[in-house]
């Protein structure tokens, strides 16, 4: 968890490191080719081909159109808002999913998870304390990333009923290196990272792909109720750098939305964890 903190942590810090250059589709253009890359030579290596085939390339294709959508969105909101408020409407995206999950899983949407949904919201409006003045392109795009983060989820859980990680990986990087290649190749000019940017696109590969690593295998050595209060210190920590990097205030009221949020979420997972040893 440490290493997924640190890996989220550096790809904000790089993302708005190399927006100056390189517009969203762009970036996520070179990161996703070099996840293609990466991930390639780790199929070769390993001698693992038959396991990126899959039956459902229908449902990759919506998976990482929602990935695609949702990382764009946060890459273009760190640079128009303070890293906390974005981080804080990321944690979110669980929320997202529980109402989501029914249309896509079939899963029920319970009285539990509806009131945890209405205390996330809640925190929401802290964060945000909607306002003519305060409503900003950075904080709508932010909530969508968090949307688009929920359904690339739901249809990840999909996915891990029949393919693996490996293969989910895979269709990952090369569907969203080809959507970034249309997108950012639209107008006819795709910009080629400068000398300088170029360290700071290939820590957005390297993070990306490093984070979602840590976070799957911490919730493969642990619980979520155990993974989830540790990945919540992400705020506090993007919170520091974004005040020491870029001037940005410690804002309480960002802080305190973020932990109502969190504390929705975590108190759906203890809920579902002690419902499910239960065997309800």
Known sequence: ML??????SAMAVAGRYVSSGLDTFEIMLYR???GVAIISSIVLLTGKRRSVATRHIGTHIIRNISHFTGQNLWFYAITMIPLAQVFALEFTGPIWAMLLAPLVL???LTWPRT???LVGFLGILIVTRPSPETLSPGLFAAAGAAIGFAGSAIFTRKLTRTDSTLCILFWLTLTQAIMGLVCAGF?????????????????????GLCAHYCLTTALGLAPASVVMPI????LPVIAIVGMLLYAEPLDPWVLLGAAIIFAANYANILRETRAARAGV
């Open 32 to 34: 996703s080719l070099l």
């Open 106 to 108: 079939g899963e029920r």
């Open 187 to 207: 107008d006819g000019d795709i910009a080629l990272p400068s000398a300088e940017a170029v360290p700071g696109v290939i820590v957005i590969g390297l993070a």
């Open 115 to 117: 009131l945890a949904a």
């Open 3 to 8: 290493g997924s903190i640190v890996s989220f």
């Open 231 to 234: 990945d919540f210190t992400r």
